[in-house]
């Protein structure tokens, strides 16, 4: 891997002078006096132990910074100290003939100020990245054909899942018109499932999204990981795991857990996975409908929902519209019109007051008397179709088997 020093080297500013660090006073002297010195490490021969120690430092400093009180007070300007310690790390790493191990940390780093910092220089983190993604994907491919093994494809399949009643059933409709839809189910807040309307996207038939592929192009990259079965219970937690590591604990359970130790349940939920890695975003499209909101299509928030049989959402509601498209597997989803909020026993918590305190296909009737009464819509969603999701309207969300969905937040 020694030419690949040359790759990252000409994504880089020609020299130091052109290189920018430019901070605000909230970020202390000596902290842009260290950021300084390691830009400074990019462009002079000294050693690798050096540069990666000066990273390190800034790392370790905005670490406590970003760690510090709540995450919406975190100022940007640390985020951004955080991305260049992340740059300066990786580029240490990347040095002369760097081991396959040292190039996936430099991925890690890349993930972690991907995830945590801002962007920085015209987003290079993620140009940095995709240059080792591809080294790596070279390495595996030299690897197979030395080996002289074809790897088994691990599909994804669809059990028969049990049929909703007709008279709670969310209605379907083939390709309505834009027109159509904006006047009988946006405009009036009337869920329903669209189909036919992702048959076109690559993640359904170009590049199917099984197990292998999503290891292919996304294998070696660092995601958080939701880890329990719910987000309200006690125990829940979350971690960051790469993607494969994720898929071998939480997807096909090949990690070993003790006798006494209970099998947890990891849920990659809620992630803008499709920012992260570009390569995933171009498997799926915006769906056109979104072009009936107030907003551009920078407005619209993208999100990843992939784990195993048993993940739950619980019943709860959402500020925007949504699109929620289901690619792999299938998810049996209740819900519920915002008309019947007081039936449905929002905790009173201001930090859950979105959320019911209701175990919807298990409620205590002695407790919540009210929302056994309460009527509601059904449905399981199957690959290729599209659930339109209402503002405010609440919904109950239950994987019945390895499941990959994208959701499409927008006003």
Sequence with gaps: MASLWSKISATLPPNEEQFPLQFSDKV????????????QQLYVD??????ILSAQIILDYSWERLNTGTWRHVDKEWRRVYSYGCLFKAAALCRGN????????????CDMGLLMGASIMENILQVIVRILQSEIRKLAKEEENRENTEAKRRKLASPHVGLIKEEL?????????????????????????????????PALNKHPWSIEYLRSVAGCRTVPVEVGSRYTDENWSQTLLTVNEFIDKYILNNVQVSENECRAVGYLAQHQLFDQIPELKEDIRI???????????????????????????????DPQQNFLAQVVGSKYIRLYSPEDTEKLYPHESQLLHNTSQVEVENPDAECFPEFVKTPYLECVLQPGDVLFIPVKY???????EVSFSVSFWWS
């Design 28 to 39: 202390a002297l000596s902290v842009v006096e260290m950021l300084k010195q390691a830009r």
């Design 46 to 51: 000294t050693t690798s132990a050096s540069r």
């Design 98 to 109: 760097p081991s396959e191990e040292e190039v996936l940390q430099a991925i890690r780093t």
């Design 169 to 201: 059933a969310v209605p379907r409709i083939k390709c309505p018109s834009l027109e159509s839809f904006r006047a009988n189910y946006l405009l009036p807040l009337q869920p329903v499932i669209l189909e036919g309307i992702i048959d076109h996207w």
């Design 287 to 317: 769906p056109d409908y979104c072009c009936l909101g107030e907003g551009d299509e920078d407005d619209i928030t993208v999100n990843a929902w992939f784990g195993p049989k048993g993940t739950i959402s619980p019943l709860h509601q």
């Design 394 to 400: 609440w919904h109950y969300v239950r994987s019945l």
